[in-house]
């Protein structure tokens, strides 16, 4: 594993890292900071593992795991280095779409991107020689957490892994950054976007959404589904729309982001106005659930209420709503959304 082959020589390094980062600013590859120049440091910021204190203003930020680099971009800080695309990377470039946009309005390189294939890369990491490292979002475990501290302060996720809100996300790394004034700014102009798109489509105020996970038509015996945990799920309620009852009340019941149930329990669905998966642009997604002799009897699948978001494209990644992503395809999924939503 990286971390058992990482911590051999990680007091050697956090040494090296130590002595470096006091001339850390004077280096060619330091990224550019803005904002406020008024924060009070230290500043500490409280998660799931404990408390991280954050001495002086970070200028060398790395992040880990998904889409904590686009808080920093969006606060105008170019990260050293952050994890390589492995969904919806069209082009094979290691960026997505939005990332790409935001390094070029900046005039910025693409920092080092670390390769999370087979988990953190905790050496990458530390040979960007960051002040900090963001991990609001992600799915970090203890032992991730204690290897990456020897690195950098680290800043964790609040309370459960791969459950932060993009706003909580947005809060806790722009006030370890420094920028918590410039991070409600971004919050704000955020939501103002949400709720503008949704005005557009009035027939979707208070319908119930519900996000099924990717869909394995070889076997529909079973269904999983994302909880009100989820972003993905989330985000519904952050365009006006609803949790349905059946799945607010399952959600209830654990911490899970995520739930699998017998498609014999189809009955429980039938509070469900729209249905929204991973699938295909063609409908055959839809196609098969509506030949399923149990999933055709669900409301939203028997008149095509449905959302199918084909593939690794932006759209279907931008599902997961993150602070570039969600600016990036709003108009594209609220008008998917739309669609379903005249079907009703």
Same mark, same amino acid.
């Given at each position: 594993?990286?971390?058992?082959?990482?911590?051999?020589?990680?007091? $050697?390094?956090?040494?090296?890292? !130590?002595?470096?980062?006091?001339?850390?600013?004077?280096?060619?590859?330091?990224?550019?900071?803005?904002?406020?120049?008024?924060?009070?440091?230290?500043?500490?910021?409280?998660? !799931?593992?404990?408390?991280?204190?954050?001495?002086?203003?970070?200028?060398?930020?790395?992040?880990? %795991?998904?889409?904590?680099?686009?808080?920093?971009?969006?606060?105008?800080?170019?990260?050293?280095? *952050?994890?390589?695309? %492995?969904?919806?990377?069209?082009?094979?470039?290691?960026?997505?779409?939005?990332?790409?946009?935001?390094?070029?309005?900046?005039?910025?390189?693409?920092?080092?991107?670390?390769?999370?294939?087979?988990?953190?890369?905790?050496?990458?990491?530390?040979?960007?020689?960051?002040?900090?490292?963001?991990?609001?979002?992600?799915?970090?475990?203890?032992?991730?957490?204690?290897?990456?501290?020897?690195?950098?302060?680290?800043? !964790?996720?609040?309370?459960?892994?791969?459950?932060?809100?993009?706003?909580?996300?947005?809060?806790?790394?722009?006030?370890?950054?420094?920028?918590?004034?410039?991070?409600?700014?971004?919050?704000?102009?955020?939501?103002?976007?949400?709720?503008?798109?949704?005005?557009?489509?009035?027939?979707?105020?208070?319908?119930? =959404?519900?996000?099924?996970?990717?869909?394995?038509?070889?076997?529909?015996?079973?269904?999983?589904?994302?909880?009100?945990?989820?972003?993905?799920?989330?985000?519904?309620?952050?365009?006006?729309?609803?949790?349905?009852?059946?799945?607010?009340? !399952?959600?209830?019941?654990?911490?899970?982001?995520?739930?699998?149930?017998?498609?014999?329990?189809?009955?429980?669905?039938?509070?469900?106005?729209?249905?929204?998966? *991973?699938?295909?642009?063609?409908?055959?997604?839809?196609?098969?659930?509506?030949?399923?002799?149990?999933?055709?009897? =669900?409301?939203?699948?028997?008149?095509?209420?449905?959302?199918?978001?084909?593939?690794?494209?932006?759209?279907?990644?931008? $599902? %997961?709503?993150?602070?570039?992503? =969600?600016?990036?395809?709003?108009?594209? *999924?609220?008008?998917?959304?739309?669609?379903?939503?005249?079907?009703?």
């Amino acid at each position: 594993m990286r971390a058992t082959r990482f911590l051999a020589g990680i007091v $050697a390094l956090t040494t090296a890292l !130590a002595l470096s980062a006091c001339g850390s600013s004077d280096s060619d590859d330091t990224p550019a900071a803005s904002g406020s120049a008024t924060a009070a440091f230290p500043i500490t910021v409280t998660h !799931a593992f404990g408390a991280t204190t954050i001495e002086k203003k970070p200028v060398r930020v790395a992040t880990v %795991n998904w889409a904590n680099h686009e808080v920093p971009l969006a606060l105008g800080i170019v990260p050293v280095g *952050y994890a390589k695309a %492995n969904f919806g990377d069209e082009d094979g470039d290691g960026l997505l779409p939005w990332d790409a946009a935001k390094l070029k309005e900046l005039g910025a390189q693409t920092p080092v991107l670390f390769d999370e294939t087979d988990g953190i890369d905790f050496e990458g990491v530390a040979n960007t020689k960051p002040d900090v490292i963001l991990a609001a979002y992600s799915g970090l475990t203890q032992q991730d957490y204690d290897t990456l501290s020897k690195i950098a302060p680290v800043v !964790a996720y609040p309370k459960a892994p791969w459950a932060t809100s993009w706003r909580d996300s947005i809060k806790l790394e722009s006030t370890a950054l420094g920028l918590a004034a410039e991070g409600d700014a971004l919050i704000a102009t955020i939501e103002k976007q949400m709720k503008d798109e949704a005005a557009r489509y009035p027939k979707l105020a208070g319908k119930s =959404v519900m996000f099924l996970t990717h869909l394995d038509p070889a076997d529909l015996s079973k269904i999983s589904f994302y909880t009100t945990h989820d972003t993905r799920a989330q985000f519904f309620t952050d365009l006006g729309m609803k949790h349905p009852d059946s799945i607010a009340k !399952a959600s209830a019941a654990t911490e899970e982001f995520s739930l699998t149930q017998s498609s014999e329990q189809v009955q429980n669905l039938s509070d469900v106005d729209i249905i929204v998966t *991973y699938g295909d642009a063609e409908g055959t997604t839809l196609a098969t659930l509506q030949k399923d002799p149990l999933l055709s009897k =669900v409301p939203a699948i028997a008149r095509g209420s449905f959302v199918s978001l084909p593939g690794s494209t932006p759209v279907a990644t931008a $599902a %997961n709503p993150t602070p570039l992503a =969600v600016s990036f395809v709003l108009k594209d *999924y609220v008008d998917l959304l739309g669609k379903a939503a005249d079907k009703i």
